[in-house]
Each structure stands twice: as C-alpha cells, then as structure tokens.
C-alpha cells in the first residue's frame, strides 16, 4: 500500500473568508438562498514525487437568513368604571408598551432591519404555540426591564433614569476546560507544538509541524518535511506564540520518514510533550492532532484510531528512497502541512507522528487532494528509537534480515528477489536469512504472528524492531510451508 506524503511543499492557504454576521437560526425557520496512491516499483530503493500542494479554495459560505418577529396579539385594555372600582394603582397593560417596537419607544424583539409580516400564513396549532411563546418573553422582558428600571431609580438620588443593562461576570477561572477534555488539552499540547519553515538553497521548500522532544531544544519531526533545506537551506521553527526560532537539523531517517531538528537559541522552560505507548494503543481509541494544514498553524482536528499495523509506502520527494511503516491510521483530519506534528491520545499524550495522507488526487498533477479521513502517522515507539539514535550519533540503524524482496503489492506475501541491488546475490550466505536458509524465490507470508502480504509490509514489521531481535518467519517454497527464526542484523545510514 502506497501513499502520499503530506505537507513537504506549498505556501499557507489563502485568507479564510469572514464569519457570517447573522447568527445561525432556528431549524423551523425560513432559510435563505446558499450563497493514490501508486504502487512502489519492484525494487527496495523507490522514489515518489512529491505531489504538489493546490492553492486553497475559499469554502462556500451560506448566508444564514433572518427570522422576522411574530405578530403581537392585540389585547384592548380594560374600560374602567370608575375611580373606586377601577382600584388604586391602577393594573399595568397585558403586555408593556415598549414591548411593541416603534408604537411604545423601546426596542423592536428580533434581528434589526425586519419588517413585520402580521399577514403570514401560519400553520395551526405550532403557530399559535410560537405565537404564545413570544408573547410570554415580551412579557418576562418587560417586567424584567420595569424592576431593573426601578431599582437603578432608586438608588440614584438625582432622580435621573439609569442603565437597565447588567454586566454578566467575567471571572476568567469560568473560561479554564477540564484537562480531560479536547480544549484541555489542546491547550496544554499547543505551546509545545512547532511550525516548520523549510527553504531550500534553490527556493524550493514548504511548510510542516514538529514538536518538543526534550527540554534541550530538540524537536521531532518527519524526514519529508525538512528533506529540502536540509543541506543549504534555511530552517525555522514557529511557536504557537509567534515567537520563531532558528533550527538546524541533527539527524534524519529516510527509511523512517523521521528527523530531528535542533533549536539554536532555544528558550528556556521548554515543556516536552509525554510521549505515550503506541503499542497499547486499540482501535476506536480517541486521538487529536495539531498541526499546519496547508499553512494554518496551531490547527486542532480530532478523530479515532481507524486501524493499526497499516503497512504505508511513501515517497519523501527528494529522490531517495521510499519511506515503510507500519502505521497507525486514523480519521482525523490531516492535510499537507500536518506532517512531523503528533497524533496525540484523548490524555494528551503523544501516540504517534502525522506523516501521510491517502488521497484520490493525482500525486503528478499540479493539484493535490485534501483529508478524506485516512491519514497515518509514524507510531511513536518506534519514532522514539529512531530519535535517540538520530540525537546520539547523527545517523539512523535499521534492522534487517539480509534478503532483497520484491515491492510487488498483490504477491500474497514477501517475494525474495532472484538477484539482489546492482547484481549482487539476493541472499547473502553471511546474511540473517542466508543463515537461517531462506533462498531466493521463498514468499515470507508471516512476520512473527503479522500477516506479510508483500515486500513493504515485510520492511514495515522489520523496522519496528531493533537489531538484534529474533523474530521467526514463515515462508513457502514449492507449496510447503516452513518457518525459520532469524535474528535481524543492521545497516547504517540511508546509503
């Protein structure tokens, strides 16, 4: 399975259009009018072009229609008899007089610039039932209006009429969201969360997310994103903020699709975001990522963990090789320009990085499609490993078993090659699997208890271990199935 990589090239998104200023109405009221993924070459070392990032579209805007106000029933006002039987105050109107707009001097109810309709049609029984309610709140509102008109009369000696208006109270403890929900921890994950400026020495780059990895000033992210300013190019880093730092990179992963940058002034009181396990992560679990989707950062979108173990194939763009995971998936929305920014759990901690997004646009056209809700992102355990090694000696270490497979997709497993990269042997007798007797020709079907259905699954499994790890293959050879335990050895750097 191959997909694209997201949010290695492009510029930020166009301005936003406003916000309509009528607000939303009622269900029952009139409304107004409304305004690939390609499969990975039969070799080990696959490059993909980097699709390109379209400029954004402004979303339609619908004009939200306004309500006029109902008709106010006419209640004639009682005849008096007489001084005595009339009584003494004399009983206030049904319904106050500023209550009816322009004839009593006080406000009209309902959005401005509405004529009254009092000849609508309406329907019987919801009508009058609507009807009924407006007049109880013209009502409430008057009475309302009369006490707060007499106690601000009372307290004014000068006998001046006051404000009726009462200001609600503003304690900013009432704004504070509960750690547990998404605003909680967004709010506690965005100070940690960076925008990435990447520009390469020919002017090509684009934008892309990271994060704090540790107190000293590193920050996480993909291989993709910094891949074109990573050799004389330019990098920043962007806090939620605004404050921009400067930042060189320390290591990267091709293989991995991981890098690892470090601030050269970093501030100080840098909060690292906890880094969780994705190995007990399930399906279904709630996840939230953060990032700059088509340029606009400190972007939160929520979602699930749509499926694990999701073997994904990318291209970084640069023209090395192809990138293999093992991925979590998940609906949440994820654009170009979310990629390096984590894929956090409902508690905030970090599962995983963004890293690609399948797409039904064409990755060599000039236009690429947005989220359609598969995204895949890198699990953190694994991202983990590959920044320590990145960090503590600058290159990455990949395990493997010393076969060359094909990257056929529809092979019903791992098909080793007949002949290895530039004629060399596809089996190496020195080699883990030449060890353990595994032969050219061999499909591995199995990976420990992973089904293997092709060569970018099999490298997928085999680069969430480490060297040295024994796992135990199966494989068939002449239609008999056999197994064989191999301990995986390891290759340095991308070359």
Same mark, same amino acid.
């Given at each position: 399975m191959s997909t694209?990589?997201?949010?290695n090239e492009g510029t930020a998104a166009e301005a936003a259009p406003s916000v309509p200023s009528t607000p939303p109405v009622p269900a029952d009221a009139p409304q107004g009018p409304p305004g690939s993924t390609h499969p990975a070459p039969p070799r080990t070392d696959v490059t993909a072009e980097?699709?390109?990032?379209?400029?954004?579209?402004?979303?339609? =805007? =619908?004009?939200m229609a306004q309500v006029p106000p109902a008709p106010q029933p006419h209640m004639p006002p009682p005849v008096p008899q007489s001084a005595a039987d009339a009584g003494w105050p004399p009983p206030p109107p049904a319904v106050p007089a500023y209550a009816h707009g322009a004839q009593g001097g006080g406000p009209v109810w309902g959005p401005p610039g509405q004529l009254q309709t009092p000849d609508a049609p309406r329907k019987r029984g919801a009508g009058g039932l609507v009807a009924a309610v407006v007049v109880a709140a013209l009502v409430a509102g008057g009475i309302g209006g009369a006490l707060g008109y007499w106690a601000a009369d009372s307290n004014d000696g000068s006998g001046s009429s006051g404000s009726t208006t009462v200001a609600a109270s503003a304690n900013p403890q009432d704004l504070k969201r509960d750690p547990g929900t998404v605003a909680g921890v967004a709010a506690k994950a965005l100070p940690s969360v960076v925008t990435i400026d990447a520009q390469?020495?020919?002017?090509e780059g684009g934008t892309g997310t990271g994060f704090v990895y540790d107190k000293e000033g590193h920050i996480l992210t993909n291989n993709h994103v910094v891949a074109s300013a990573a050799d004389n190019g330019q990098l920043t880093a962007t806090f939620s903020n605004g404050k921009k730092y400067g930042a060189e990179v320390v290591g990267r992963a091709e293989g991995y699709d991981v890098a690892v940058l470090k601030l050269k002034d970093p501030p100080q009181g840098l909060t690292p975001l906890a880094l969780g396990n994705s190995d007990q992560v399930a399906v279904g679990d709630s996840t939230i990522a953060i990032g700059a989707p088509f340029g606009l950062s400190n =972007?939160? =979108?929520t979602g699930i963990i749509s499926a694990k173990n999701r073997p994904v194939a990318s291209g970084d763009g640069s023209g090395g090789s192809n990138s293999y995971m093992s991925a979590l998936q998940t609906d949440a929305s994820i654009n170009p320009g979310n990629s390096g920014g984590p894929l956090l759990?409902?508690?905030?901690?970090?599962?995983?990085?963004n890293s690609a997004i399948q797409s039904t646009g064409s990755s060599t056209?000039?236009?690429q499609a947005g989220s359609i809700g598969l995204g895949f992102a890198i699990p953190v355990n694994q991202a983990k490993n590959v920044a320590e090694q990145l960090i503590k000696t600058g290159q990455p270490v990949y395990p493997v078993i010393g076969a060359t497979v094909t990257m056929d997709e529809k092979t019903g497993g791992a098909v080793i090659s007949d002949q290895g990269t530039s004629g060399t042997d596809a089996v190496p007798k020195d080699s883990p699997a030449g060890r353990a007797g595994l032969k050219p020709g061999d499909v591995i079907t199995k990976f420990n208890d992973t089904v293997v259905d092709s060569g970018p699954t099999l490298i997928g499994e085999i680069w969430t271990h480490k060297p040295g790890d024994k796992v135990t293959l199966t494989y068939k050879r002449g239609g008999k199935t056999s197994t064989a335990e191999v301990t995986l050895g390891?290759?340095?750097?991308?070359?």
């Open positions: 694209e990589n997201e949010g980097q699709p390109q990032v379209p400029p954004a579209h402004d979303p339609a =805007t =619908t004009t390469g020495g020919d002017g =972007t939160v =979108t759990s409902a508690g905030g901690a970090v599962i995983g990085i056209g000039q236009s390891e290759r340095k750097g991308d070359s």
